[in-house]
């Protein structure tokens, strides 16, 4: 298998029946209300195949799926691309209008939803696709022993849509092509059969996410077990991890937070974990420190795009001085740091990232301008580089250090403010447990810093630490003003929603 995986491109269905023809009473797939074997997933994926293709999907065309993750939303995910379709999970937590949005955008005609979607959306929502609950998968799906018309990938042919976390408008649906994704994880299941490693993946991020990709589709080209949770729980993640030893997983950084908070956290036997990936959203230093001295095994976090880009990795354990960096580029990544006017800065010097690597996005569905606004062409070869959203340095050794996002940096009278500064000062007061700033509107500077904070137990008022932090800082990068919240507004897969501070900040009627 080792060498089919090694090839430049290949069938990812094609691998996936391979390993249930060498493995077939081996657990797959499991979830809280049961498991199934690689037989009975190559089984039941060649029949969703075959039913979906029976009921009018074409090749290129997507099939959409909005609902908890579970074995059979992984199963119609699989069998999307088995049939030649696109998998198209929508996100469980957009509006109504962006479901109709995304649903409409990615021209799909199957619906797969589960109960509770049903329920909150009505017998109304998008009556012209066809809607299968994944409840009656079983009965839906063609007669036991169908397999599907066969199917023979293009690199180019599009695998999935991953739909954007936007908060406002429609969200963009991002196209990952099948070269993509086998050069993205068929290196991935290599190196775990290399290593002998027996892959049991504990699945704990969305299906509809691209972090749970990694758990997920890496996990299925290696022949592994995958187990997927409906939602994080601290307590069952550990059970589940314990039970099952796990050998491999994904979390983001505020379920590391939370498993590091865990009363039991420490009681459980996590021994088998041998590699634990993180991605998503900022990773604080000494949370990777903490995570490196109470959990097993190896810590790698992964910073990248959705869209793609470069692939900076960190392999925490090896590089323990590096905790404040997100890695090196990867073997095939390459890294740019760019001025205002995209002109290319000296290393140590914070700008602009651009990446590119073979992990590169198709584009955005249907919204060429879209896509070339994230591009950026290089005057001096006309290559193209995907625009990463982020303002970073690069150290002596290569390591890249995240300064903020782009869109994140406040401009006060002239002067470019990185939050990321103000938030690790606000950190060192040891009543706060988080910080977050955001620029504000100022009729005397343009934008003003303005701090949010969750605080510990007998903490000084906001006042006090506003003082405290302002005394230690600049001129021009000193607080306009502090508030105390309860807990951080996060994303589906914890990443902080600044926008959502920002409204906060002009409820609470900030004036700068």
């Keep these: 298998m080792i060498e089919t995986l090694q090839a430049e491109f290949g069938s990812f269905s094609a691998a996936l029946s391979d390993w249930a023809a060498s493995q077939p009473g081996k657990p797959a797939l499991r979830d809280e209300d049961g498991e199934i074997t690689w037989a009975e997933l190559d089984d039941r994926m060649e ?115 991953i739909y954007s976390s936007g908060t406002t408008g429609i969200p963009k649906g991002i196209v990952h092509s099948h070269q993509m994704r086998w050069r993205q994880f068929a290196p991935t299941a290599t190196s775990y059969l290399a290593a002998g490693l027996e892959v049991r993946s504990l699945s704990s991020t969305p299906l509809y996410s691209n972090t749970t ?6 996990a299925m080209l290696a022949g592994g077990t995958l187990r997927i949770m409906g939602k994080f729980d601290c307590a069952r993640w550990l059970a589940h991890a314990e039970s099952d030893r ?65 692939v900076c990795l960190l392999a925490a354990h090896e590089f323990p001085d590096k905790l404040h960096t997100v890695g090196r580029p990867a073997p095939g990544s390459e890294l740019k740091v760019l001025d205002d006017e995209d002109r290319e800065v000296p290393p140590g010097v914070a700008g602009n990232l651009v990446g590119r690597s073979q992990t590169m996005m198709s584009g955005y569905k249907n919204q060429p301008e879209k896509t070339r606004e994230g591009y950026w062409t290089d005057p001096a070869t006309g290559e193209v580089w995907q625009r990463m959203g982020d303002i970073g340095r690069v150290d002596a050794e290569g390591f890249v250090e995240l300064v903020g996002r782009s869109k994140d940096m406040i401009i006060s009278g002239g002067f470019n403010i990185f939050p990321s500064d103000l938030e690790a000062e606000l950190e060192k007061e040891e009543d706060v447990l988080e910080a977050a700033v955001v620029g504000m509107p100022s009729q005397r500077w343009g934008e003003t810093p303005v701090g949010f904070v969750t605080l510990g137990d007998g903490a000084r008022d906001c006042e006090a630490i506003c003082a405290a932090v302002n005394s230690r800082l600049g001129k021009t990068q000193r607080l306009a003003g502090l508030y105390a919240i309860e807990e951080m507004p996060r994303s589906h897969i914890g990443k902080l929603l600044k926008s959502e501070l920002r409204e906060e900040a002009a409820r609470r009627e900030f004036a700068g």
């Excluded at 939370?258 to 996590?270: I, Y």
Aim: aromatic residues 6%; glycine residues 10%.
């Design 47 to 161: 029949r969703i195949a075959a039913q979906l293709v029976e009921t009018g999907l074409e090749r290129g065309q997507s099939v959409a799926i909005l609902g908890t993750s579970c074995i059979n939303y992984a199963l119609v995910f699989l069998a999307a691309v088995r049939a030649g379709g696109v998998a198209a999970p929508l996100t469980t937590s957009a509006s109504r209008d962006q479901l109709e949005g995304m649903a409409g955008d990615s021209g799909a005609r199957h619906l797969f939803i589960d109960a509770a979607k049903r329920a909150d959306l009505g017998a109304e929502f998008m009556p012209g696709l066809d809607h299968i609950a994944l409840e009656d998968l079983d009965r839906w799906m063609a007669p036991e022993g169908t397999t599907a018309p066969p199917f023979d990938p293009r690199p180019g042919d599009p695998f999935n849509i």
């Design 213 to 218: 990709m990694v758990a997920f589709l890496a």
């Design 246 to 310: 796990t050998t491999v997983t994904m979390l983001v950084p505020v379920q590391y937070q939370r498993l590091m908070e865990h009363p039991g956290f420490d009681e459980h036997d996590l021994s088998a974990l041998a590699l634990k990936y993180c991605t998503s959203a900022p990773f604080s230093a000494s949370l990777k420190g903490e995570v490196l001295r109470r959990m097993p095994g190896a810590l790698i976090e992964i910073y990248s795009m959705t869209e793609g880009g470069v």
